[in-house]
């Protein structure tokens, strides 16, 4: 499984946009790049995923870098409820797995 | 539809007994997954089916685990003999398709403390 890199931990103030940033080197042609986060107490979420071009829905954007290398997912205005460990997944197409690193502990400010 | 539901959501046993974990996927999903999660370790998938039939239980740690899907929308996770070291939450999920290109659901988890 290709690996990603995500800081530990971020921090920002309510209603201040927010940049989590995913490093994945090794991505591969096939490898779709998904996020998911994980409130306090429950089960993790899905929040987006892309290819290769630039998404966007109701809860997040996804950057995602020219050669893949790299993605940035972005909360356009943090709330105290997107506290969350946001996790950064590659899933190729030739499996059905879903395989989780350790996320980035986001913390949000009143 | 109400989600991915999982009973019970908290369990005490004793070590050595047989614990007994279910979820009920959402209806018309293909794909149910097995997630443990502990501080040490984070989220580990243990298993997965597609149709109802196991596709990898390489995640499972030890014979200790079984996990059966005998129709789609029923599965459980047995432990048996459990020990302590088996405490975690336990998450199961369900997806329509491969999740390369789709998102999975996940449950409210089952809290296991074995003591």
């Known amino acids: 499984d290709a690996k990603t890199t995500q800081p530990n931990s971020m921090e920002s103030n309510e209603e201040e946009p927010v940049h989590l940033p995913c490093n994945h080197s090794t991505i591969s042609g096939t490898d779709y790049i998904h996020w998911y986060r994980q409130l306090p107490s429950q089960g993790p979420e899905y929040v987006i995923h892309?290819?290769?071009s630039n998404v966007n829905n109701r809860m997040a954007s996804l950057a995602i870098a020219e050669d893949r290398k790299s993605s940035t997912l972005i909360l356009h205005r943090a709330t105290l409820r997107d506290a969350a460990v946001y996790y950064c997944?590659?899933?190729?197409?030739?499996?059905?797995?879903?395989?989780f690193g350790t996320g980035t502990r986001l913390q949000v400010f009143p | 539809d109400a989600g991915v539901i999982q009973s019970p959501r908290h369990e005490v046993t004793e070590m050595g007994q047989e614990v007994t974990l279910r979820c009920k996927p959402i209806?018309?999903?293909?794909?149910l997954f097995w997630y443990r999660q502990t501080m040490m370790r984070g989220l580990e998938l243990l298993i997965y089916f597609n149709n109802n039939v196991p596709i990898d239980d390489s995640g499972m740690p030890e014979d200790r685990f079984s996990a059966k899907m005998p129709n789609a929308s029923f599965s459980t996770l047995k432990i048996q003999p459990s020990e302590p070291r088996d405490s975690a939450v336990y998450f199961c999920?369900?997806?329509?398709?491969?999740?390369?290109?789709?998102?999975?659901?996940f449950g409210q988890g089952t809290r296991l403390t074995v003591v």
């Open positions: 892309g290819l290769t």
């Open positions: 997944i590659l899933r190729d197409i030739s499996t059905d797995k879903l395989i």
């Open positions: 999920a369900s997806s329509l398709k491969g999740v390369w290109n789709t998102e999975a659901f």
């Open positions: 209806s018309g999903h293909d794909y």
